[in-house]
C-alpha cells in the first residue's frame, strides 16, 4: 500500500517553462513533508521541506504548496532548466511533538523530469 | 569531507550465499537508515536506526536484517538472498530534528543470479 501517490511518472518541460510535480497522502499523522533531487547514478539529496503549518514554502526557484485539507503537496520549479532534469521524489514522515522525527520517512514513486534547452 | 560511504558499488552473488553491505556515516548522526529503489515503486525503507542498538523495520523488511553497534556503522545483511532481492540499496544518515534531511550514500547495486 503505497501511502504517497506521486505524479506525473515523467514530465518534459521546455527551458524557462513550470514544472509542477503532485503527491498525495493518506496517513494525516504525517507532518514533515520534504522534497528530494536525485541525479543519475547518485543518491537523493534534500531540496526543500514544508511543514503543515504553512502553506507555501518557497526557496529560489523551487516551491512547496500545501493543501491540509486535501492531503496534497505540489512542487512548483519555476524557470525550470536543463540543469534540473533529475528525478524528484516526494516524501513524508512524522514527526513527534518535540519536533524530532521518529526516523521513518516514506516516499513516493518518483518523477522523472527532463528539462529541454 | 562528510558522508556516508557504502561498500560495494557493485556486486553480484548467487542464490542463498549470504552477503553484507557495509555502511559508514562521518557526521555523527543519530538516525541511519536502508531504502531499495526499484523502477516505478521509488524508494522504500527497509530498516531504520534512532541510535546504538536501537532499530525498527521500515516498509520491506522481509529477508533483511540490520545492526547498530556503533553510532557510525548501519550493516545490512541479506542472509538468505533471492533474484527479487535484486535492486539499487541506499544507505541514509540524518541529524535528529526538524529540517534535517536525511543524506545518501551513492548507492549499492545489487544482482541475485
Known amino acids: 500500500q503505497q501511502q504517497v501517490k506521486q505524479s506525473p511518472q515523467s514530465l518534459i518541460v521546455q527551458k524557462g517553462g513550470i514544472s509542477i510535480i503532485n503527491c498525495a497522502y493518506e496517513?494525516?499523522?504525517?507532518?514533515?513533508f520534504p522534497w528530494y533531487q536525485q541525479f543519475p547514478g547518485k543518491g537523493p539529496a534534500l531540496l526543500i521541506a514544508?511543514?503543515?503549518?504553512?502553506s507555501e514554502k518557497k526557496e529560489g526557484r523551487f516551491t512547496i504548496s500545501f493543501n491540509k485539507s486535501a492531503k496534497q503537496f505540489s512542487l512548483h520549479i519555476m524557470d525550470s532548466q536543463p540543469g534540473d532534469s533529475a528525478t524528484y521524489f516526494c516524501?513524508?514522515?512524522?514527526?513527534?511533538?518535540?519536533?524530532?522525527?521518529?526516523?521513518?520517512?516514506?516516499f513516493g514513486q518518483g518523477t522523472i523530469l527532463t528539462v529541454h534547452p | 569531507e562528510a558522508q556516508v560511504t557504502q561498500n560495494p558499488r557493485y556486486l553480484i552473488t548467487v542464490t542463498g550465499k549470504k552477503l553484507t553491505v557495509t555502511c559508514s556515516q562521518n557526521?555523527?548522526?543519530?538516525?541511519m537508515s536502508w531504502y531499495r529503489q526499484d523502477p516505478g515503486l521509488g524508494l522504500r525503507q527497509i530498516y531504520y536506526?534512532?541510535?546504538?542498538?536501537v532499530t525498527d523495520k521500515g516498509d520491506v523488511p522481509e529477508g533483511y536484517k540490520v545492526s547498530r553497534k556503533e553510532k557510525r556503522n548501519f550493516p545490512l545483511i541479506l542472509e538468505s538472498p533471492s533474484p527479487n532481492q535484486t535492486s539499487l540499496y541506499f544507505c541514509?544518515?540524518?541529524?535528529?530534528?526538524w529540517g534535517y534531511g536525511y543524506t545518501f550514500g551513492s548507492g549499492t547495486r545489487l544482482t541475485v543470479v
Open positions: 541514509a544518515s540524518s541529524m535528529r530534528g
Open positions: 496517513n494525516t499523522a504525517f507532518d514533515y
Open positions: 514544508i511543514r503543515p503549518d504553512v
Open positions: 516524501a513524508a514522515s512524522v514527526m513527534n511533538a518535540g519536533g524530532t522525527s521518529y526516523g521513518k520517512l516514506t
Open positions: 557526521m555523527n548522526h543519530e538516525y
Open positions: 536506526s534512532m541510535n546504538v542498538e
